[in-house]
Every structure is written in structure tokens, then in C-alpha cells.
């Protein structure tokens, strides 16, 4: 495996699971990371985590960022490269499900699903991709299995990961981030 050493790296939904547990890894690697989510305590519990494991305060970039919120996306990309100066990884981890079967789930329950879930790993990589080209940069989309196989009772969440499945396929193509 390459060495993330000083590799920066914007990890969404870093304030807890998957996202913390990203972080935490990175940072032993010394990576520098980009802590963005909407629970900011958590975020800075986070973010003191990742000291914990070496890295420096100058290290680390602690983003409030609400992913559906495609302002916060442009000032979370925005601030990323006005401190570190690049991007060299993207981590669309971000999600959240919401239960309830085909006919139990409202068009705004699949809306904010959606947004949640796929829109927002849609507009923060496009966003991202200019300064991925530059690096040689990586995005890891965070899915699921649901994404594969149907689950009845969270079909939103199934439906968005499925999405996020082919946006993936999509980018590894090269058909979205053409140069």
C-alpha cells in the first residue's frame, strides 16, 4: 500500500463510525485529514483523537459541513485548499437510512435520503475532481451491501446506495471526470 503520509484527506460524516474510524486510521498513517461533519463536538472529540495518534493541530482541519448543503460543500473544498494547498483523497462516508418499505417511505423521506446519501458523494466529487486530477488522487465512495441486495423495510437507504454504486463504476470509467 502507498504511503498516506502527509496525504490530504476530506473524510465526510468523521464524527462518529465509519468516519471516525477512517480518521483514526489515517491519522496513524500521518495523514493530514479534514474532519467534516454536522455534530462539531464530536468533531473535535474527533479531531483530539487524531492527536492522540501523532498528528499535529496543523494537521488536522475541523469542517462543520452539512453534506446536503452544497454551500458548505464549496467552503468545505474551499478551506481544504486555502490551508493544505491540495486534495489527494476524498471520502464520501456520509449516510444515513431511513426505515420503512416502498409504500411506507414519503417522496421527502427519499428526497433527503437521497441527498444524503448519494447527491451529496455526487456534488463534493465534482467538486473535488480538479484538484484530484492534479494529485493523482483517490475517492472512496463508503456504500453498502444494501446498495446490492434489497432490504424491505429501508428501501430509501437501499435505493440511494445503489445509486452511489453506479456514480462509483461511473467515475472508475473516467466517464464523469473526463479531462
Not at 495523514?31 to 492522540?52: D, G, M, P, T, Y
Not at 469542517?63 to 452544497?70: L, M, S
Not at 453498502?144 to 423495510?153: E, F, K
Request: with cysteine; hydrophobic share 40%.
Amino acid at each position: 500500500m502507498a504511503s498516506l503520509q502527509d496525504k490530504v484527506t476530506i473524510i465526510t460524516g468523521a464524527s462518529s463510525g465509519i468516519g471516525e474510524s477512517t480518521a483514526l486510521l489515517f491519522a496513524e498513517s500521518k495523514a493530514k485529514v479534514v474532519l467534516a461533519a454536522r455534530n462539531v463536538e464530536n468533531l473535535e472529540k474527533v479531531a483530539s483523537l487524531c492527536q492522540s495518534k501523532g498528528l499535529s493541530k496543523n494537521d488536522i482541519l475541523v469542517i462543520p459541513c452539512d453534506v446536503t448543503n452544497e454551500e458548505n460543500l464549496k467552503t468545505l473544498v474551499d478551506e481544504t485548499v486555502k490551508k493544505f494547498g491540495r486534495i489527494d483523497v476524498l471520502i464520501n462516508n456520509a449516510g444515513r437510512g431511513n426505515m420503512g418499505n416502498v409504500m411506507a417511505t414519503s417522496a421527502t423521506t427519499l428526497d433527503d435520503t437521497m441527498n444524503t446519501n448519494f447527491k451529496s458523494s455526487y456534488n463534493l466529487s465534482r467538486l473535488c475532481v480538479p484538484h484530484l486530477i492534479k494529485t493523482q488522487g483517490s475517492i472512496v465512495n463508503v456504500s453498502s451491501l444494501l446498495g446490492q441486495r434489497a432490504g424491505p423495510h429501508i428501501s430509501a437507504y437501499c435505493i440511494a446506495k445503489a445509486a452511489l454504486d453506479m456514480f462509483t463504476h461511473l467515475l472508475a470509467l473516467g466517464i464523469i471526470c473526463v479531462t
